[in-house]
């Protein structure tokens, strides 16, 4: 079937919209109060849950404060208020486990309805004593629970804005792929003067700005939840707002010259040109540099529990679906030029 990639492009972009938008998050814990405490005190603090239904297996519940990767307290009464609020207390040793005056501890949730929770650095405690011993801090965190139902991972920075990531990340990862076939084409047009290859060049690069654009609009629409403003000047943002508008002046450049073959000519090169520019504005320049944005400045980037295996049976898809979306809009502007081109050269002629 000669179309069969268009169909499979379709297909997957439905499956990854409604895939995304419709699989549900695991629960997870939303907030954690009182963030301070000291040690050799009884703190309680009051733990609020999302999606969770903590009523329904209340004697299943189990919590902890884990400092580090070692060292750990279990609490000593869990009181349940609703389906989603607790009250966990726990008994502060006199001592921390380590060497520093203050440690952040995460907050653990365990039951058998909602599988484990993680509320990262949820309470900082101060040692008031000066002792550094783990005595008190052995207790180990064992045979936790998985949510069983098919959901998405919970993350307290992200919330439900994590399944941007099927959108904003594959658009990107489509972008590269599309701005590759452009300068391909350009480089077959250099080769061979062949008309049709500038057509199909231009075609591509107009379909991966198209896709840049939308990058940065859904790149925005989630710094705005993440960090807070739309636009941070992040080095990241930069350097993407900058490769757009490179590619943007490819279309300005072409425009600035009457005659078709030295239109085709220099477009040819500096679209080549633009698109060696696109890893060092993308990836090398954010390394260089600290960076709010997953994956440069030394910040992590997704991987883990951020990117389980349930979204990545939506992740990859949505890549692929995106990139052949775009290649057939792609061929669809092409056979649009070439109709104009076929028309304009009979009209020559006659």
Not at 99 to 108: H, N, W
Not at 177 to 201: E, P, Y
Not at 312 to 329: D, E, K, Q, S
């Amino acid at each position: 079937m000669k179309h069969w990639w268009k169909i499979l492009g379709i297909f997957l972009m439905i499956y990854s919209i409604v895939a995304g938008i419709g699989i549900p998050l695991k629960p997870g814990i939303y907030d954690a109060s009182p963030s301070k405490a000291n040690t050799g005190e009884q703190f309680t603090m009051n733990a609020v849950g999302y999606l969770t239904q903590f009523d329904k297996t209340p004697d299943d519940l189990r919590a902890w404060l884990k400092v580090g990767n070692d060292f750990a307290i279990a609490a000593n009464s869990i009181g349940v208020k609703n389906e989603s609020t607790l009250n966990v207390s726990f008994q502060i040793p006199n001592n921390l486990p380590t060497k520093d005056r203050v440690v952040d501890a995460s907050l653990i949730i365990d039951s058998k309805k909602n599988g484990y929770a993680i509320f990262p650095s949820a309470v900082f405690i101060t040692n008031t004593t000066q002792q550094t011993s783990p005595e008190g801090w052995n207790n180990s965190i064992a045979d936790m629970h998985e949510f069983k139902s098919m959901a998405f991972p919970y993350r307290n920075i992200l919330q439900e804005t994590i399944r941007n990531l099927f959108y904003h990340v594959p658009l990107w990862f489509g972008m590269m792929i599309i701005f590759l076939i452009s300068a391909i084409n350009s480089g077959r047009f250099l080769m061979t003067k062949n008309q049709k290859f500038d057509h199909k060049a231009s075609a591509y690069a107009s379909v991966g700005t198209l896709f840049g654009i939308l990058g940065l609009v859904t790149g925005a629409i989630w710094a705005k939840h993440t960090w807070g403003a739309y636009w941070s000047w992040d080095i990241k943002q930069n350097m993407s707002a900058i490769a757009m508008l490179v590619y943007l002046a490819y279309f300005v450049l072409r425009n600035s010259f009457e005659e078709s073959e030295q239109s085709a000519r220099i477009g040819a090169v500096y679209n080549i040109f633009a698109f060696v520019t696109l890893p060092m504005l993308l990836f090398v320049i954010p390394r260089l540099t600290d960076s709010l944005h997953p994956g440069n400045g030394g910040n992590p980037g997704f991987g883990g529990e951020d990117l389980d295996n349930n979204m990545r049976m939506v992740f990859y898809p949505a890549i692929i679906g995106f990139t052949l979306f775009g290649a057939w809009m792609a061929t669809i502007l092409y056979r649009i030029e070439d109709v104009k081109q076929r028309i304009e050269d009979r009209a020559f002629y006659e």
